[in-house]
């Protein structure tokens, strides 16, 4: 099926800003699942310098300079996506849980190299020793990796409330935990933490997710958001995505845009500036098919 997103960024600002230089991550990726047919970007006021490169994680990334007077900013992405359906590997026949640590443990293989990487800490998804207890009842001895995460995914989804106000891009995970309730990219940050403290490679995945209305409810355009999920690396499989937020394996109508160890690595939109006092950013994606 394909689909059509749009993707609205604005950025209202209380005093003008004199220059700023900005990264955007919202391109999809092109995947065995996944066929990018057409993308466009628009940028207001017009970049004086833009230029496009895939980032160390092989996420495409455009860089752009505005360098003129503007209290308004505004950047819309428009995306055609091809998906194909997804057969989720059969879980039960993953490796034990154990014998995918071990590999991970030093030494390393080079045919390993690229997963061990999410084995490690990051700003945003740190291993913890209460995490690794809170792991202890899906991750029995002897149980299939893919069965053990799947069961992980389960838990978090009945464990954690989802509450878009709970929660800022900015909240610690120990406050998540504590509070019990956030959004995907809390859920998402949680379980990669509780992966990693076990000694699985776990990564951050950013995209988009085709929403339905509630029966006889119209389908409001623009009124979606950016979604996150995760993913975990089992041998032989590879990379395997799970999704917290609503207690599923992703299949086609989830859209990949990035991959990273946590939200830090593929925010849609970052930057400085000179300037600008305070701001109101304003969001609005649509997803549908084309």
């Given at each position: ?33 996944q066929q990018l047919l057409e993308f466009s970007s628009q940028i207001a006021p017009e970049p004086s310098v833009r230029k496009m490169r895939t980032d160390y994680f092989g996420n495409r990334v455009c860089f752009f300079s505005i360098q003129e ?6 950047v819309v992405a428009k995306s055609l996506v091809n998906m194909k359906e997804v057969t989720p590997p059969a879980a039960s026949l993953s490796p034990p849980w154990e014998q995918v640590v071990t590999l991970f443990s030093d030494p390393v293989s ?181």
């Amino acid at each position: 099926m394909n689909f059509r997103i749009v993707h609205r960024t604005v950025y209202n600002y209380s005093q003008p800003v004199t220059v700023s230089h900005h990264a955007a991550l919202l391109e999809p990726l092109t995947l065995p699942h996944q066929q990018l047919l057409e993308f466009s970007s628009q940028i207001a006021p017009e970049p004086s310098v833009r230029k496009m490169r895939t980032d160390y994680f092989g996420n495409r990334v455009c860089f752009f300079s505005i360098q003129e007077l503007h209290k308004r900013f505004e950047v819309v992405a428009k995306s055609l996506v091809n998906m194909k359906e997804v057969t989720p590997p059969a879980a039960s026949l993953s490796p034990p849980w154990e014998q995918v640590v071990t590999l991970f443990s030093d030494p390393v293989s080079p045919t390993v190299a690229e997963p061990y990487q999410f084995v490690f800490d990051s700003p945003g998804a740190r291993a913890m020793r209460e995490l690794a207890d809170y792991a202890q009842e899906s991750f029995a001895p002897g149980t299939p990796l893919l069965v053990a995460v799947g069961d992980l995914n389960r838990r978090i989804h009945a464990d954690f409330t989802y509450d878009p106000v709970a929660t800022t891009v900015a909240t610690p995970l120990e406050e998540v935990i504590s509070k019990r309730r956030g959004v995907c990219q809390d859920f998402a940050h949680l379980a990669i933490a509780v992966l990693r403290s076990m000694g699985v490679p776990a990564r951050y995945v950013s995209g988009y997710l085709r929403t339905r209305p509630a029966p006889g409810k119209p389908r409001l355009v623009g009124a979606d958001a950016s979604h996150a999920w995760f993913s975990a690396f089992c041998p032989d499989l590879g990379w395997v995505d799970f999704d917290p937020t609503n207690n599923v394996q992703p299949a086609s109508e989830h859209i990949t845009i990035a991959y990273g160890r946590d939200f830090g690595d593929v925010s849609p939109i970052s930057g400085i500036l000179t300037g600008g006092g305070e701001h109101v950013i304003k969001v609005s994606v649509d997803v549908a098919p084309a």
